[in-house]
């Protein structure tokens, strides 16, 4: 699985089960910021199903199942949140017949790609990708930090 389609998975997977908008995500695995925006024009991204409806998910905090099934250039991405308590996902990319298990908590989404038999680990973060790459103290991938040093505020 090309590797940006994943971390763009796991970008929607972050905003349903965590509820958080994010500017970028960062690749723990491979290292460096994706702009979130670029990331969905790219794939062409667009939702054509969710049950329940997203807007109505959205104003209960309940432990909903949510099913959305996105459309992209290179074929359909499924999603499936069996309970948000638990914070778990599965989703299949018919681009390639790639099959995800996955978890998310906090600002991080871990998932196992079956495809790869391997797993990797993307953050969600406010800093837009011309940040230099963060380091593992950073919260917000430095951001706040990388500013208040610039400034001579450390």
Known sequence: MRSRYRACICYL???LILGRDAAAIYDCSGGG???AAELLEENNISLLEARPPLKK????NGPAAICALY???SGEIY?????KTKNIFKAYASADCS??????G????????YREKSFFKYRLCSARKT???CGPFCRDCGWEKLKSAKNGNL
Do not use: C, E, P, Q
Not at 106 to 113: E, F, I, K, P, T
């Open 57 to 60: 998910h959205s104003a209960s």
């Open 13 to 15: 997977a972050g905003r």
């Open 99 to 104: 099959l995800f298990m996955g978890k998310a």
């Open 106 to 113: 906090g600002n991080l989404v871990a998932v196992y790609d």
């Open 71 to 73: 459309n992209s250039r």
């Open 131 to 133: 940040i230099l790459t």
């Open 79 to 83: 999603l499936d949140i069996a309970s």
């Open 33 to 35: 910021h994706i702009d």
